[in-house]
């Protein structure tokens, strides 16, 4: 499909793939640590275990999805209290953070407008709602490179997911390499990365 033919409500459905993948990685690493490996202690503070990280994805995730009932980003209403029976416990942890994930889709499937302003308290610069989604997955993105430098410095090796999804792995071909500056020598690189290429296609037909 051509990116310029895409229509908001198309767009919307591959964030929210995009998303599910991404969501996918965390979930991934999670289930693969060990309930003893969730309280190791990290050299930083405030998140420092793998246990209060995934529940920070959690709570941060909350407030996105309030954000686009809501229309604006209060993080004032986030609940930062540590949950020490939820950090403890990878089971828990999946429980939570799969019924963010359960509260994410409902919301967006919901949504009339996908270029709808999200309140930011950032005036002129205030993100449409598909804007804010793809700020909710370079955080959790940021995450996923904090929790893998954490599990080579506790000698973890992480696990390796398959690749994209099959509904979000699209072929660049020559329109799309063009509107992105992409080289076709390099485009494997971002075919692998469905959140990558969402972010692309994203900053594309946002310019």
Known sequence: MNPSKITAREFLKRAITAWQETRGHTLSL???LSDAQLIIPFPRPLFNSFGKQFQELGVIQEAYIDAVQEGKMDF???S???DEELVISKDKLYK???HQDSQLIRTLNNVQDPYQLIDWHLGSENPTLLEHIYWLIQHETLHHGQLVVYCYLLNIIPPKKGGPSPS???A???DLS???GLSLVSDKAYTTCPHILFILLLNSLLS
């Open 76 to 78: 004032s209403k986030m």
């Open 172 to 174: 660049i071909n020559l």
């Open 168 to 170: 979000f792995n699209l």
């Open 178 to 180: 063009d509107r992105l």
């Open 30 to 32: 999670l289930m693969y």
């Open 80 to 82: 930062v209290a540590l």
């Open 96 to 98: 939570f953070l799969t």
